[in-house]
């Protein structure tokens, strides 16, 4: 099978844990097992997430007193890319993979006039109380918004239209090369007259992988997270995991916008443009939710 994994940035550094590299890596060390084996007998694209990475990098950027203005979050977004990308080549070739295994740099190409720009909705950074939170984004003209039980950034997130990379991550795949493809929903750039310019957002991994998903005709987009499945009203007395669901299941059901609402409606949008399957559920069970048998599955019919 030709299949799309989207790791989640939460799913390498979990909620409320430091943002160090020895925690993200000792998540990659334990989840690489099973991304090797998926990868030494699968056609393999892995999409990461980089919410609580690039989040950090632009806070130092902006702490940083030798700069004159802090770097734009194309340019951290590129970074993450190849931190992660680093990670993750390094964790599946430890893990026994002796497949070629490729980071792309990668560009999205967005809408200058998405409306996502006057809408900030990305969730990057770490968590914080709430007053610490309001403190930070006075300081630093954030946008805030509660994410579980606390506070965090949020960024503009427009729509993935094509990943620029995409014919030369195809090449690579029916040569048996895994590829890590547009980490962090890839570096956003809008197109002008001079060619691609960067900007100031980052983009919804899991829209990018949906969107790779179904361009490379993937049988499979699965989207990892640290979480084994989606829940209907989660974070309450009355939630309830989703196990094996249709389209139609999720029309009267509704997701928060900056976290498992982008998923489902990414996993709809593959499942509803080819005869694929869609997937989510924690990086923990990846074995079992590329098998049908833990998380969310979402079929057609």
Do not use: C
Request: aromatic share 4%; net charge negative.
């Amino acid at each position: 099978m030709r299949i799309v994994i989207a790791l989640g940035g939460n799913a390498l550094l979990r909620r409320g844990e430091k943002p160090d590299a020895a925690i993200q890596l000792a998540h990659l060390v334990s989840a690489a097992p099973a991304l090797a084996k998926i990868a030494a007998e699968h056609e393999l694209v892995l999409v990461h997430g980089n919410g609580p990475q690039v989040g950090l990098l632009a806070l130092e950027s902006i702490a940083d007193p030798s700069l004159s203005r802090s770097y734009p979050l194309s340019d951290l977004v590129a970074e993450t890319q190849g931190m992660i990308g680093y990670w993750l080549q390094q964790a599946l070739a430890n893990a026994g993979l002796v497949h070629p295994i490729v980071a792309l740099v990668s560009q999205t190409v967005v809408a200058a006039d998405d409306p996502g720009f006057n809408s900030p909705t990305k969730f990057i950074g770490t968590g914080y109380a709430e007053d610490k939170a309001h403190q930070l984004a006075k300081r630093n003209n954030w946008s805030i918004r509660r994410d579980g039980n606390s506070w965090r950034r949020v960024v503009a997130s427009p729509r993935p239209q094509r990943i620029v990379e995409l014919d030369a991550a195809e090449i690579l795949l029916q040569n048996q090369t895994t590829v890590i493809l547009a980490g962090g929903g890839g570096v956003p750039v809008i197109e002008g007259p001079h060619g691609l310019t960067g900007v100031e957002a980052v983009v919804d991994k899991d829209y990018v992988a949906a969107l790779i998903a179904t361009q490379l005709k993937a049988d499979l987009l699965v989207m990892l997270t640290d979480v084994p499945a989606v829940y209907v009203d989660y974070g309450t007395a009355s939630e309830r995991p989703l196990h094996d669901i249709t389209i139609a299941d999720l029309d009267d059901l509704a997701f928060p916008p900056g976290s498992m609402g982008p998923k489902v409606a990414a996993a709809r949008q593959f499942v509803t443009e080819t005869p694929g399957r869609a997937a989510i559920g924690s990086l923990d069970d990846t074995t079992a939710v590329l098998a049908g048998s833990a998380g969310t599955q979402l079929s057609r019919s």
